[in-house]
């Protein structure tokens, strides 16, 4: 399954922005009412996170190119379920050196009898 980003999917980035402006308002509001420091650095991150949404607007993130199971060197296998003292170690490291193999790809070569 595809993961998607905001781009893509353009209802939840109109939901988030119109939450922000309702809770832009709501502060703004009490800042005119009572003018303390609590209400200030509410607008404050306010509007850090609106800066966070508009900069990760031209951001997409890719996931790795998927790789099967016949890909990945025995080599490599080997020296991750050595170094390693328990199964999930092992998968993880497989994995982080192979970004595209599947979970169970790799939970299927460090326990091959399962």
Do not use: C
């Not at 800042?31 to 609590?38: A, C, M, T, Y």
């Not at 999930?88 to 399962?114: S, T």
Request: glycine share 6%.
């Amino acid at each position: 399954m595809k993961d998607m980003n905001l781009r893509e999917r353009p209802w939840s980035r109109y939901a988030l922005v119109a939450l922000l402006a309702f809770l832009a308002f709501s502060t703004i509001s009490d800042i005119v009412s009572d003018p303390s420091g609590w209400n200030w650095s509410k607008l404050v991150v306010l509007a850090v996170a609106s800066m966070f949404i508009w900069s990760g607007e031209s951001r997409t993130w890719t996931s790795p190119e998927r790789i099967g199971p016949e890909s990945v060197p025995s080599e490599d296998v080997e020296a991750v379920v050595s170094e390693s003292g328990r199964t999930v170690y092992a998968i993880k490291a497989l994995r982080e050196m192979h970004p595209g193999l599947g979970l169970l790809d790799a939970k299927r070569l460090v326990q091959p009898e399962n």
